[in-house]
């Protein structure tokens, strides 16, 4: 089980951090992401993060946001600066069990959290 949480409304410029704790079982060995879905439009991959730290990040997300884990207290977190109007969206947790590598497609993660959302007004 994920449960995400941080978001908020915010201003232009503004940051935010969010946080998502797993439980159940232990994601430690298995890939961690976020993804938003902004209205009207589908679920986009925002960053990911392998066990051993690799991470990926989408081109709207670099230099902005900043993803770190804690495997041995089964948290993601994902630092948000400098937010955009463009940034409002339902952000989710997900995790992806059975890569070495930090994936981005939301059909290769097999768990997904309530979702958080962030507005961003500007």
């Known amino acids: 089980q994920l449960q995400a949480s941080g978001g908020g409304l915010v201003q232009a410029g503004d940051s935010l951090r969010l946080s998502c704790a797993a439980s159940?079982?232990?994601?430690?060995?298995?890939?961690m992401g976020w993804f938003r879905q902004a209205p009207g439009k589908e679920r986009e991959f925002v960053a990911s993060?392998?066990?051993?730290?690799?991470?990926n990040y989408a081109d709207s997300a670099k230099g902005r946001f900043t993803i770190s884990r804690d495997n041995a207290k089964n948290t993601v977190d994902l630092q948000m600066y400098m937010l955009k109007p463009d940034d409002t969206a339902v952000y989710y947790c997900a995790v992806s069990h059975g890569y070495n590598r930090p994936v981005r497609s939301p059909t290769l993660y097999h768990d997904w959290g309530q979702g958080t959302e962030v507005t961003v007004s500007s």
């Open positions: 993060i392998t066990s051993s730290g690799s991470i």
């Open positions: 159940g079982r232990t994601f430690s060995g298995s890939v």
